[in-house]
Every structure is written in C-alpha cells, then in structure tokens.
C-alpha cells in the first residue's frame, strides 16, 4: 500500500493499494467513506492499482476545515478534487468507479478532463432526485423537503433511519456499517451536501460526456429508480451499457459485492473473483 503524502491527497486519506500497470478509481458516495469499498477491494488490487480516498465531507477526514461550503456548492468542485487527484497519481488514463453522488462527479470530470478517463463505471447514480414532467427521478419536491428538514431537526434519528431505507434489510451488519459512516459525518457538512445532491439537476451534461461507460442498478433501489439507469444510457454521447443485479438497495458493494465483482470482472476483462 502506498499512502500518498502531497498536499490534497493526504487531507483525504488517499491511499493507492495493489500492483499493476493500469489504475482505478474508487469514489464513495454521501454518507459514506472508503471503507464502503473494502469487500471488493482485495479482488480489484490482484489486477489493478486502486486509489481509495475519502470526499472532504466523510466524517473519516480528520480536519473538519477541509470541508468549505463556499467551495463546494456543486457537483463540480469534486469534480475539481478528483482530478487534482487522478492528475497526482499519475497512472492515467484510469477506470472511474463512482457510487451515488460520486456517478455524476465522475462524469462533470470526465467532460473537463476526458484524457484522464478510460472509462467510467456508474454505481447506483442519478442525474436528479425529484421528479418532473415523464422524468421519474424517485421522489417528489415534498419528499426532499421532508429529508432536508429531518436532517436539520436530528440528524442522528435521520441517519439510522435513512440507513435502514436504503441499504438492503436483509443484510444487518450492512445496514449498521452505514450507519456508523453517516453518523460520523459533521451535522452541517451533511446538510450542505443533502441539499447538493437532493435538488441537483445534471441531466444536460451527458451529451458532453464521451468517455465509455458502464451504469450499475440494482432491481430495487429506493434512492435511484430503474428506469433512471436506462434514462441515462439513453443520453450519454458516448458508449454506454447498462448492467442490473439482482439485489434490493443501493450499497450493491456491500450487500452483494461478489455480483458487483462479476460485473466489474466481465466489463474490465478480468474473472478472478476469489471466494472471500
């Protein structure tokens, strides 16, 4: 493993782990930190270079100024971080491996900076959240307001509430791991970022994205509903396919990662998937 040691990459606890001459990406979504990524982590660094970090937001980062919210008001300034990232690493282009929020990041990335990509893998991600017109995005303006409000009135009531709905029940070690990953985050830096993310709206950028793509759904996600995984390989400019597997919720990395790791395996042409 190495820890990287340079300005921004350590604030976010980047680390690269594994050997190979080509690199991937692991980017957590909200609530979340690197740690999402651990089942399926020691299958991907037998063939690739893996870069892990944590958004400045994660209650893993240790200093809670990194995160400004006059900085991030945007998708687009993590878009900025992830490329100051994959410009340190030095092993593009690489394979971007984005869950929830994180889809969308990669994306805005990839249209600014296509040279870096080779390819992007979607996990559970979404363009908007509240429906409008024939665009079913899975919840209603009143729902967000709803979220929003619980968040501000007691965030921790929320969190373990939220982490019940969306990662798979029947999976309870599961359901408690992110639990604990959104009750470390800061009350305020998860506010910020609800509202970032519950009343985005990026569905213009992906006839600018160009980079291959690969989008991930589950059968059953309360956050992202189905029909959004085939709304955007519709719009993507570039290839793009779409690969459902079969579980509930919307951590697939958790609750049915050796099924994320045949996808993975078939997409990137590798079968080693190991029996952990």
Not at 25 to 45: E, F, M, N, R, T
Not at 165 to 174: A, G, I
Request: with cysteine; net charge negative; charged share 20%.
């Amino acid at each position: 493993m190495v820890v990287l040691e340079q300005g921004l990459s350590t604030a976010m606890n980047a680390k690269i782990i594994g050997s190979g001459s080509e690199g991937i990406v692991l980017a957590h979504g909200y609530g979340a930190d690197q740690s999402i990524w651990d089942k399926i982590l020691p299958h991907l660094a037998q063939h690739y270079r893996v870069l892990v970090f944590d958004w400045t937001f994660s209650g893993a980062v240790k200093d809670p100024n990194l995160f400004d919210p006059v900085k991030y008001t945007s998708y687009e300034a993590f878009a900025n971080d992830l490329i100051a990232l994959v410009d340190e690493i030095n092993l593009q282009p690489v394979v971007f491996v984005g869950h929830s929020m994180s889809g969308m990041v990669g994306c805005i990335a990839s249209i600014k900076r296509p040279e870096l990509f080779k390819r992007l893998i979607l996990v559970g991600a979404s363009p908007r959240y509240i429906n409008i017109d024939d665009y079913e995005g899975g919840f209603e303006k009143s729902d967000i307001e709803q979220i929003i409000l619980n968040i501000e009135s007691n965030y921790e009531n929320w969190a373990t509430a939220f982490a019940s709905l969306v990662v798979d029940q029947k999976d309870p070690l599961s359901v408690d791991k992110f639990t604990k990953c959104l009750r470390r985050m800061r009350p305020e830096a998860a506010l910020h970022v609800a509202k970032i993310i519950f009343y985005s709206d990026e569905r213009d950028i992906f006839d600018k994205v160009m980079t291959p793509c690969t989008i991930i759904q589950t059968t059953s996600d309360i956050v992202v509903p189905k029909s959004v995984a085939f709304y955007m390989q519709n719009k993507i400019k570039g290839k793009s396919t779409v690969e459902i597997i079969e579980t509930d919720g919307h951590f697939p990395q958790l609750t049915a990662h050796l099924q994320l790791l045949q996808v993975l395996g078939n997409v990137l042409g590798f079968a080693d998937l190991g029996h952990n």
